[in-house]
């Protein structure tokens, strides 16, 4: 007997938003570099962001539309895995793990962490008070749920066996963080585009011409998480893209020209008269410029390793 048929063309636009959402999640994270920080993109996880010997490794899931998460969702067990998996192959690196989704948190069914308490919450709560009885208390109980579910990777079950809470507080719950209830692509995309604007006001760049750098840094991000370059994103590269973005190229016979022009007597008040009705500033780009053509197929192919040591992308979920 074989199993029903899927609706394939679902599978493979969900597949596709999903992979969208990872990349304008790229380009928040862009623009929020300092100067000596990378970005790595489907490296060791989705995003990988070093910097001065930490690392904050980041899964992004556009997964609102399969509902809440817990402790019991296959890709956060996975998440707990991954995680273990990358720290022992970079134990040079002080690694942080985020899993970020568009779903919210949910219970555990039969409420294991008591009545109104999910495990992510409480996973969270724990990580944000380090030293308190509340995260010991916190710690015992995940703990405990863990060992019981036996669904983990057999080397978490035997630290989580054989290390005190102590141990499993600072290496396993405080370095995985669990962010939920995120904003939708449509969201994503105004606050780019806000960032973008704040940016440009600092150089008196006005908001339509910020906004036109959108498209530039999407399919940057896009190429750079297509290709098998170990070359990083950073801050660097984001105002280079920016300025040639928002900037007007003239060539230089014109420049001559104008400089000449406005030497000539009476040149200064006549254009400014000619210009004070101008209007420079235009509507946004339409969504749909947002995305480079060709993205679904591009979508499929295989991703690069770098940053982080990792297993093939393959074999791990997307």
């Known amino acids: 007997m074989s199993g029903l048929f899927g609706d394939s063309a679902r599978q493979a636009n969900d ?82 793990f985020r899993y970020l989704t568009t779903s919210n948190a949910g219970i555990e069914r039969n409420s294991p962490f008591g009545a109104g308490q999910g495990g992510i919450d409480l996973w969270n709560s724990a990580a944000a008070a380090p030293g308190t009885p509340k995260a010991e208390a916190a710690t015992a109980s995940l703990v405990e749920f863990l060992i019981e579910e036996g669904t983990v990777s057999k080397p978490v079950r035997d630290f989580l066996s054989s290390g005190n809470h102590e141990q499993i507080f600072h290496r396993l719950i405080m370095p995985i963080e669990w962010v939920t209830g995120q904003h939708d692509g449509l969201a994503m995309i105004r606050l780019i585009k806000d960032r973008l604007v704040t940016h440009g006001a600092t150089t008196g760049i006005a908001p339509a011409d910020a906004e036109a750098a959108f498209d530039a840094l999407y399919t940057a991000a896009f190429e750079a998480a297509a290709r098998k370059e170990e070359i990083p994103l950073n801050r660097a590269q984001f105002l280079r893209i920016f300025a040639g973005a928002t900037e007007i190229q003239l060539p230089k016979q014109d420049l001559r020209a104008l400089v000449k022009a406005a030497m000539t007597p009476g040149y200064a008040d006549a254009l400014s ?46």
Request: hydrophobic letters at 35%; glycine letters at 10%.
């Open 15 to 96: 597949s596709l938003r999903g992979y969208i959402y990872q990349i304008l999640r790229s380009v928040v994270v862009w623009l929020e570099l300092g100067e000596n920080e990378q970005l790595y993109l489907e490296g060791a996880e989705d995003l990988d962001r070093i910097y001065d010997g930490e690392a904050l490794t980041e899964q992004v899931k556009d997964t609102a539309g399969s509902g809440n998460i817990t402790l019991r969702t296959p890709t956060v067990v996975e998440a707990i895995d991954h995680f273990w998996e990358h720290a022992a192959r970079n134990p040079e690196i002080k690694l942080r």
């Open 273 to 318: 008269l000619q210009m004070s009705t101008a209007v420079f500033e235009g509507a946004p780009p339409p969504p749909g410029a947002a995305f480079p053509p060709g993205c679904a197929r591009e979508a499929t192919r295989g991703s690069p390793n770098r940053g982080l040591r990792s297993t093939s992308w393959l074999d791990r979920d997307g």
